[in-house]
């Protein structure tokens, strides 16, 4: 993350201090900054889904697996309620 900061800083500093003008080097800045932003958010969004597909699959395996259970007590007899 240190890394990112500080090539964010060299990047701005190297874009203020280039040959161009003012109104082009703010769009430039803006320009990048939205790129950062968007790649951040892609980056968490990746995140997210990769986390809620780990927890969707373990709720489905946990379901499965309570399922298996139920059947094999009804079916052995153990369960009162079927």
């Known amino acids: 993350m240190k890394f990112l900061l500080g090539l964010g800083i060299g990047f701005g500093l190297a874009v203020l201090f ?3 003008s003012g109104q082009e080097t703010r769009h430039r800045l803006t320009e990048r900054a939205r790129e950062l932003a968007e ?3 892609q980056q968490a969004a990746e995140s997210i889904k990769e986390r809620a ?3 969707g699959e373990r709720i489905g395996r946990e379901a499965a697996e309570t399922a298996v259970q139920k059947i094999t007590d ?3 007899g153990k369960d009162k309620t079927a």
């Open 74 to 76: 009804q079916v052995l």
């Open 39 to 41: 790649r951040k958010a």
């Open 18 to 20: 280039a040959p161009a």
């Open 53 to 55: 597909g780990e927890m």
